[in-house]
C-alpha cells in the first residue's frame, strides 16, 4: 500500500493523504470515549456490539434531505436511530458533512501497474498484483467509497470473498468475475451466450458485464447483434443477475432495447436515446473525466499495452469532451437515472471521487444530483435500496465525513475524514492544520 501511495505522490497526483488509525487524542473535537472503535480483531474486521453515537451538525441521507444537528445510532452493523437526543457520543463528527458511505458502480479493483510499472491489465495473478489489489480496495475504501462493483475479472473474487469474511479491509465489493467480450458472430450464437451468462452466475457473478461496442480507442463501433445481446439480457434476467453494458453510439439503444439494466459509458448515445432509456427505467453510468484524466496522466505506464495505442491516446481527449458533453444533456432528461460510476483503473484507485468534481465542474450536474447518484440512487441501481446508500434506521452503517460542505465547494469530497463501513470504522482523522 506505501509503495502504491508513493507512486501516486511521485506523479503529483492528489494523494490520499491518510491512513486509517486508531483514533487518537490528537482531535480533541472528534476523540472517542474511551476504548476507541476501531476494531480489527485478531481474526477478523468485525463490528463492536457496543452502541455508537455519532453527533453531526449537517447530515445528508443520501436521498437530498440535509438534517442539521442530530446523532446518528449504531449498534452492530447497522444504523438504528437518528436522534438528536441520543447519548454519549462516541464520534463528534460536528462541523463536517456526514452523509452515507458512496458506492462507485464501475471499478476495475485488481488493475495494478506490474513491476515494470507498466499496466498489468486485469489478468495479472502475480503476488504483486494480489497485494496490489488489497491496496487498491484500501485507499478506495478509505476515500468513502464503502461499495464498489468491479467489471471485472475474475480475480475479483477472491478478493471480494476476503473482504466480506473481514479477512481484510476494502469496500463491498460486487464483481461480474468474467466479461461478455462481444466480438459479432464469433462470440457465439444466442444460446452459447446464455450459457456463458449461466457460467458466470456459478462462477459466483454479483453482475453481468457486456461489450456491446469496440473501445472508444478504435471506434465504438457495435459488436454484438440486437438478437445477441436479447439473449445476454434475457438469460441473466432469468438468473436474477443485472445486466451492465458497455455500449456507445447506437449500441446504447441495442442495450436498451434488450432491457439490460444499465448503460456504461454511453458516449455519442443521442437525446432519443438517453429518453428512450429513462422511458424503459435503464440506468446510465456515464464518465465525466476521471478515468481519462488517469490514462492521460499515465500515459507511459499504458502505452504499448494491450489495447493502448498512441491513436488511441490521441482519441482519448477527443472523447473527453464528448463525455463531458453527454454528462451535460443527460442530466436534463427528465427521468433519466445516471449512477456514479468512474470505471477506476490502475493509478485511479482511491481518487474515485474526482469524478464527482468532473461531474460538477465540466457536466453541469448539480452537487447534490451527483452525491445522490452514488448514494441512494446508486443503492437502488445495485438491487440493494433497501440496505446502502441513506443515512436511516435499518441501514447498513456505512458513514462518511467530509471536511468541507460539497454543495458550496465540489472539492469537499476530496477531504473524506472519517469512515465507517458496517458499524468499523477505517479511518476518522483530525482536520488539517489551519482550520
Ligand atoms: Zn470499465
Avoid at 161 to 173: C, H, S
Wanted: hydrophobic content about 40%; proline content about 4%; glycine content about 10%.
Amino acid at each position: 500500500m506505501r509503495s502504491a501511495k508513493i507512486i501516486l505522490c511521485a506523479l503529483g497526483i492528489l494523494c490520499v493523504c491518510a491512513t486509517a488509525q486508531r483514533t487518537s487524542s490528537q482531535s480533541t473535537a472528534r476523540a472517542p470515549a474511551e476504548g476507541a472503535r476501531v476494531v480489527p480483531t485478531r481474526e477478523r474486521i468485525v463490528p463492536t456490539r457496543e452502541r455508537i453515537v455519532i453527533a453531526a451538525s449537517a447530515v445528508f441521507d443520501g436521498r437530498g434531505r440535509v438534517v442539521r444537528d442530530t446523532r446518528v445510532v449504531v449498534e452492530g452493523s447497522k444504523i438504528v436511530a437518528v436522534d438528536p437526543k441520543a447519548a454519549p457520543v462516541t464520534y463528534d463528527l460536528r462541523g463536517l458533512t456526514v452523509l452515507p458511505g458512496w458506492i462507485d458502480a464501475h471499478v476495475h479493483i485488481t488493475w495494478s501497474f506490474g513491476r515494470d510499472g507498466k499496466s498489468a491489465g486485469a489478468g495479472e495473478t502475480t503476488q504483486e498484483a494480489a497485494y496490489a489489489a488489497a491496496s487498491n480496495a484500501w485507499l478506495t475504501l478509505t476515500a468513502g467509497f464503502t461499495t464498489v462493483q468491479s467489471l471485472g475479472s475474475p480475480t475479483d473474487v477472491p478478493l471480494r470473498d476476503a473482504i466480506a469474511r473481514g479477512a481484510l479491509p476494502g469496500p463491498r465489493l460486487l464483481t461480474a468475475v468474467e466479461p461478455l467480450f462481444g466480438q459479432g458472430e464469433k462470440t457465439g450464437t444466442p444460446d452459447e451466450i446464455r450459457a456463458f451468462v449461466r457460467r458466470q452466475k456459478q462462477a459466483g457473478a454479483d453482475v453481468i458485464k457486456i461489450f456491446a461496442s469496440q473501445s472508444i480507442r478504435q471506434g465504438g463501433g457495435m459488436t454484438l447483434s440486437q438478437e445477441q445481446l436479447n439473449a445476454a439480457c434475457d438469460e441473466a434476467k432469468r438468473q436474477n443477475l443485472r445486466t451492465l453494458v458497455h455500449a456507445y453510439k447506437e449500441a446504447v439503444r441495442a442495450a436498451t432495447l434488450a432491457g439490460c439494466t444499465q448503460v456504461e459509458h454511453g458516449t455519442m448515445a443521442t437525446d432519443d436515446d438517453l429518453r428512450l432509456m429513462a422511458e424503459k427505467g435503464t440506468y446510465l453510468d456515464p464518465q465525466a473525466g476521471l478515468v481519462i484524466e488517469n490514462y492521460l496522466l499515465n500515459r507511459e505506464r499504458y502505452l504499448g499495452t494491450p489495447g493502448y495505442t498512441a491513436e488511441g491516446f490521441a482519441a482519448m481527449e477527443k472523447v473527453l469532451s464528448l463525455n463531458h458533453e453527454l454528462v451535460r444533456r443527460a442530466s436534463k432528461i427528465p427521468g433519466l437515472k445516471i449512477v456514479f460510476g468512474t470505471d477506476a483503473v490502475a493509478g485511479a484507485h482511491g481518487r474515485n471521487a474526482e469524478e464527482f468534481i468532473d461531474r460538477v465542474r465540466d457536466g453541469g450536474v448539480a452537487p447534490m444530483a451527483a452525491l445522490i447518484s452514488a448514494n441512494s440512487l446508486g443503492a437502488q441501481a445495485v438491487g440493494m435500496a433497501d440496505r446502502l446508500g441513506s443515512i436511516a434506521p435499518g441501514f447498513e452503517a456505512d458513514i462518511i465525513a467530509l471536511d468541507g460542505d460539497p454543495l458550496t465547494d465540489i472539492n469537499a469530497v476530496r477531504r473524506v475524514v472519517f469512515v465507517m463501513k458496517g458499524g468499523v470504522v477505517h479511518k476518522n482523522v483530525a482536520r488539517g492544520g489551519g482550520r
